[in-house]
Nanobody, 129 residues
Framework: QVHLVESGGGSVQPGGSLTLSCEVS????????LAWFRQAPGKEREGVAY???????FYASSVKGRFTISNDNAENALYLQMNTLDVEDTAMYYC???????????????????????WGQGTHVTVTS
């Protein structure tokens, strides 16, 4: 069972940067998806970025070019480097994990909530002047 704990949230001015961290503990499966999601007030949770066990990454169009997801296996940590932040990036940010192997099926990673079965408690990011 994987356990996730996010940190690094806070308040930042528009145009600023912030790096979120997610401690990944427990028995990480060898084939996995790790992702960041976010939920703004009054909105549904949306996928931000994922990274798989091969290091392949994918970003939502709203953050592509501004955010970078990375994974440090030695440190058992997942990161989200966020640059050029906008007020629209204000949200609770969650990290999530999924085993790519389900029965005989080897899944591709994606940014659908239903793909992920392990979630952290979230860390809040506020972008305000």
């Amino acid at each position: 069972q994987v356990h996730l704990v996010e940190s690094g949230g806070g308040s930042v001015q528009p145009g600023g940067s912030l790096t979120l961290s997610c401690e990944v503990s427990g028995n990480r499966p060898p084939n996995y998806c790790l992702a960041w999601f976010r939920q703004a007030p009054g909105k549904e949770r949306e996928g931000v970025a994922y990274i798989d066990n091969h290091g392949t990454t994918f970003y939502a169009s709203s953050v592509k070019g501004r955010f970078t997801i990375s994974n440090d296996n030695a440190e058992n940590a997942l990161y989200l480097q966020m640059n050029t932040l906008d007020v629209e990036d204000t949200a609770m940010y969650y990290c999530a994990a999924a085993d790519r192997v389900v029965g005989l099926l080897y899944r591709l990673c994606d940014l659908k909530e239903r793909t992920y079965d392990t979630w952290g408690q979230g860390t809040h990011v506020t972008v305000t002047s």
